[in-house]
């Protein structure tokens, strides 16, 4: 009160920002409110002026603050308030101050872009509200209740971890139970580019139409605009508490006609550094001041979507790693096709299927003539050269249903299904003449030797195996480069 006429004391302010077309600025739109208003352009010069006169209400303008700079400082003015009015204006591109700074102290914000007028109103509603901060806001028992059960729904969605796709929709429906959403989404990225993975919500409301694209989300021309676009893109938490703030009227429009009044973006971070694995993205209808333990529970959900989609990959990976080891377990590495005791398993099932619909089978047996004379005459690379010309050539004849093996050395192995003794010698005689004809860099040609044999009613593929062996040394004894069938 003032001590003449009884009129109320007009309160001072401190301003700080480190550009000083921002506090000039704020000097011309806001002066006329404060009985006194100072400016700093920093933490140290702040503590200077505080030292020597405490302000009313401080105001702290993130725009061109780093975080990882000034943090520290910052925050430390915030605590040394004890409670005193604290007004932080921050950029809706970069909300992670928020929580940063309530870890110091209260606080009070607003998200900018704020024109002169918008300061003015904010300014005045804090004047209004008197010197003493209101408390942090509080959600209702039932609003606390809800929000426990969707970080437990969250949670829940881990359960379907082992595939992404699964895993988003699991969780964006978790996210669609928060209080006040209307829709949620979540971004991931892969393949190079940002891609929406889920969404639930509001009927008829679809973001890729908005966005104005429905794949490679990181080139939309509203990348700057959205915050689940910009959040993906850079890494912080994006707080859009009015859409037309993001200067894009179209998109604003199209939002509040959903009736979306606030969007939040919240990266997903990778582990460790790097870009982001995408972002979450809740819009709400209804804009709201969040209190720490509110962002504190945002910054979990991005935690079970960051194990959630870790966990994915993990699976992929796993899965990756498994086709891979059975590659490598299951295929001559020189050839490309089955190896010895991958044909062995193949031979197994193929006479229990040809069992059990009494179906006829066939296996042929062939090696490649005089071998050792190519490797001692040209070498083993031409030896090798050999080996994959003969299994490539052999495999361009087979039908789908044959299995090419390469039982070692130059030996080869066609497990071929519904195939009698006469079909089979007729297939070998084919492989045999292409063989021969089939050029070969560095020998020019080589000739096979074949056996044939059809499965008898009881018989081993061991037992199978040796008559076609038989009939195989019978066909080098008479010459070579010839076919004979396995006797009974």
């Not at 960051?306 to 899965?319: C, Q, S, T, Y």
């Not at 190519?374 to 004849?397: C, K, M, Q």
Request: aromatic letters at 4%; proline letters at 6%; a negative charge.
């Amino acid at each position: 009160m003032s001590q003449q006429d009884g009129t109320p004391a007009r309160s001072s302010a401190l301003f700080v920002n480190p550009v000083g077309q921002r506090r000039a600025e704020f000097q011309q739109a806001c002066a006329p409110l404060f009985g006194k208003l100072r400016v700093a352009d920093g933490a140290a010069q702040a503590q200077s002026l505080l030292a020597r006169e405490p302000a009313d209400l401080l105001v702290l303008d993130l725009e061109r603050f780093e975080l990882g700079i000034d943090l520290a400082a910052l925050g430390a003015l915030v605590a040394q308030r004890a409670g005193a009015p604290v007004l932080v204006l921050c950029p809706f591109t970069n909300a992670r101050w928020l929580p940063a700074l309530m870890a110091f102290g209260p606080i009070e914000y607003a998200i900018g872009p704020l024109q002169p007028p918008e300061t003015q109103a904010v300014l005045a509603a804090r004047l209004e509200a008197g010197s003493a901060p209101p408390p942090e806001p509080t959600p209702r028992e039932e609003e606390l209740r809800v929000l426990l059960a969707v970080r437990t729904a969250a949670q829940r969605a881990l359960d379907e971890s082992d595939d992404s796709a699964r895993f988003a929709e699991r969780l964006c429906e978790a996210l669609a139970g928060w209080p006040g959403v209307v829709h949620a989404a979540m971004f991931h990225l892969r393949d190079g580019d940002l891609h929406l993975e889920a969404e639930q919500g509001a009927t008829g409301l679809r973001l890729a139409p908005l966005l104005l694209r429905e794949g490679r989300l990181l080139h939309s021309p509203l990348r700057h605009a959205f915050p689940g676009l910009l959040a993906a893109a850079t890494g912080e938490f994006t707080l859009l508490d009015a859409p037309g703030k993001a200067g894009e009227p179209e998109l604003a429009d199209s939002l509040k006609g959903y009736g979306v009044q606030m969007v939040v973006g919240l990266p997903v971070p990778a582990q460790g550094p790097g870009t982001p694995r995408g972002s979450l993205c809740l819009l709400f209808d209804h804009a709201r001041p969040f209190s720490r333990a509110q962002l504190a529970a945002l910054d979990d959900l991005a935690l079970v979507a960051v194990f959630g989609l870790r966990m994915a990959e993990l699976g992929r990976e796993n899965e990756e790693l498994l086709a891979r080891v059975t590659h490598l377990a299951t295929t001559d590495a020189l050839t490309g096709i089955a190896n010895r005791r991958h044909g062995e398993v193949l031979l197994e099932q193929e006479i229990r299927r040809a069992r059990r619909y009494r179906l006829p089978l066939a296996l042929i047996g062939f090696d490649i003539d005089r071998f050792s004379t190519i490797n001692d005459t040209y070498g083993h690379p031409v030896g090798d050269i050999a080996l994959r010309t003969v299994a490539d050539t052999a495999r361009a004849l087979l039908r789908s249903s044959d299995v090419l093996v390469r039982a070692g050395g130059e030996e080869f192995v066609v497990i071929a299904p519904h195939t009698s003794a006469i079909d089979g010698l007729k297939m070998a005689e084919k492989l045999r003449v292409a063989i021969e004809q089939a050029e070969i860099p560095g020998c020019d040609h080589v000739t096979v030797s074949l056996g044939v044999a059809q499965l008898g009613e009881t018989e081993s593929g061991d037992s199978l195996t040796v008559r076609v062996n038989a009939a195989l040394a019978r066909a080098k004894r008479a010459g070579r480069n010839c076919v004979e069938l396995a006797m009974q």
